[in-house]
């Protein structure tokens, strides 16, 4: 596991700032109200559970963890108590045992994002990287009111979305880090495992690739700004020049160098190919950029490239689907436009597309509940996602990313 900061949870916990009680974490447990299920406890539980508050507050924390586990024991139905041994036991680096408790305030609260934030750490660290995730994602959507725990939950799932095949939702993610100006080594060196598009954790970079996973690193930490700088550049080129014949060094170029220099960008990618020939990525994006050149032709043969050697990605079928509207093919654009919304049916921007489509093919009425489906997936929610083209006013939102489904290249 990396070495990004983490947290230090017994003394938040101490503080009362992530306490069970605190409005910020989820619905307050109402203090002195049992369940009627819950049976009366032997009187040594009050005394366990004050002496353990009591041993957290004083800093003594392995007595607190002794206390707490005690405490359990007399009632295991206990919320603050599995909470506050969770947080002890997390900043113990002891997570098997802190996923365990985190776990069965999850069970009770499962729409608490800390908690899951919390959780999906804890089996982050002990190598259960699958539920790790899972909860990590769940988290995020439902928001992580802790400062503290907010960032190191977002470069968790950036690593491990990074890891199972999504370098470019994990990019996403990561964006926030270059757009505060974080570029603390962890954050660059996770940049450059998005960047090259290497399905592997930090600690799994072998050391004569390390150095190029930190140039990458660097270039991609600038293009997330959004700032096609001096050093961005020279980062990006300099990767090229030491490594010409690795694979992503020339799609990173031509990622970087397309906003401003489409010609340039395109020659970069199309050199890929030659390195990467089933580089299904690097089709897609030539193929969107060819689409903004006006070269419709051009741009379907490598859509329909894509979609030949990746039939799950989304994305794949939305090139060829704009790239056959370009030609004049409507009715095959029609059916690329749909497979795309199937493989990713809350996608707002491919019904977007897949309702422009249908108003080409002059089926006005599908057109009408695309749109709406549109509409309905774009609405702001509560997590604070950007409103889209029917808030801001866009004629079309903007084009997805490569990544629309996941992708091991």
Known sequence: M???????????????????????VGVPIEPGVAPPSVQPVPASFDALAARAATARDEARFEEAIVLYGQALA???SWLEGH???????????????????????IAT???????LALFGLCAARVGDREDALAALMKARALGIPNPDVLPVANYQAALLLNEVGDP?????????????????PPVIQAFGLTTLRLPMLPGEIPEEKREMVLLAGRAGYHMARARRTSIGRLAVEELVSRYPAEPNVHFALGMYLLPDDQTAGLASLRRELTVSPEHHVAMIQIAFAELKRGRGPEALV?????????????AAHLALGRSLLAVGEVERAVAAMEAAVGLAPENPRLHFALAQAYQQAGRTDDATRAKKEFLRLERPSASGRPAGPAETGASAPPEPAAHEGKSSR
């Open 109 to 115: 609260r499962p729409n608490d994002g800390l908690a």
């Open 302 to 314: 490598m859509a329909e490239q894509a979609v030949e050697l990746a039939p799950n990605v989304p």
């Open 168 to 184: 470019d939702g994990a990019a996403e993610i990561l964006r926030k880090f270059a757009m505060d100006g974080d570029d603390s």
């Open 2 to 24: 990396p070495s990004f900061p983490t947290p230090r949870l017994a003394l938040l916990a101490a503080f009362g700032l992530v306490a069970m009680a605190s409005p910020a």
């Open 74 to 76: 007399a009632k295991p």
């Open 83 to 105: 909470w506050a041994l969770a947080t002890l036991l997390y900043d113990a680096d002891r997570y098997e045992e802190a996923t365990e408790h985190f776990g069965a305030v």
